[in-house]
T-cell receptor, first 112, second 114 residues
């Protein structure tokens, strides 16, 4: 089955700096790569996703890049704000109706 | 905005007891999922459900677990005889499409087994 590795496990940045979280996946057939933000005591919330026919996608301060050849994808958050502090999970989904496989999470702390 | 709702938000039970966690998926969604998250760890897939049957399940989802859609709105996860290691946050999710659709997660049900 799919295996998703995520790094780093914790990330501390100063407000206004950029944050980058990286993930690799094992199944070359995976074609959907969402990123979820989880705040304390809440369920994961989708913040951005990318499909395998696209190399990059941007939504305001958040962007995701995908390198299918290397089987890795990254989340970039620019101009970080304290409210960006949360745990971020990457995930990958194979073809058909396969379920999402999550990475181990990155705890992002934005220092004011 | 439509949302996935889960009950209870927290349940404490004794080891060996049966537990049922309930979920109301988004109304026009057809694919339903249960995930669990042990404190501080990753979100792990348990089971997916479509057209009144299990589509896929993980090795975690053993004979102690079952899922059911008893009516047109609820989707339940039953643990027959709880173990200490079942203590976790259980998340229900639903999706309009199992192939391309975004998963919407509920707020979770925290299960504590004593």
């Amino acid at each position: 089955g799919e295996n998703v590795e995520q790094h780093p496990s914790t990330l501390s940045v100063q407000e206004g700096d950029s944050a980058v979280i990286k993930c690799t996946y094992s199944d070359s057939a995976s074609n959907y790569f969402p990123w979820y933000k989880q705040e304390l005591g809440k369920g994961p919330q989708l913040i951005i996703d990318i499909r395998s026919n696209v190399g990059e996608k941007k939504d305001q301060r958040i962007a995701v890049t995908l390198n299918k050849t290397a089987k890795h994808f990254s989340l970039h958050i620019t101009e970080t704000q304290p409210e960006d502090s949360a745990v971020y999970f990457c995930a990958a989904k194979g073809t058909g109706r396969r379920a999402l496989t999550f990475g181990s999470g990155t705890r992002l702390q934005v220092q004011p | 905005e439509p949302e996935v709702t889960q009950t209870p938000s927290h349940q404490v039970t004794q080891m060996g007891q049966e537990v049922i966690l309930r979920c109301v998926p988004i109304s026009n969604h057809l694919y339903f999922y249960w995930y669990r998250q042990i404190l501080g760890q990753k979100v792990e897939f348990l089971v997916s459900f479509y057209n009144n049957e299990i589509s896929e399940k993980s090795e975690i989802f053993d004979d102690q677990f079952s899922v059911e859609r008893p009516d047109g709105s609820n989707f339940t996860l039953k643990i027959r005889s709880t173990k200490l290691e079942d203590s976790a946050m259980y998340f229900c999710a639903s999706s309009e499409s199992g192939v391309t659709g975004e998963l919407f997660f509920g707020e979770g049900s925290r299960l504590t087994v004593l």
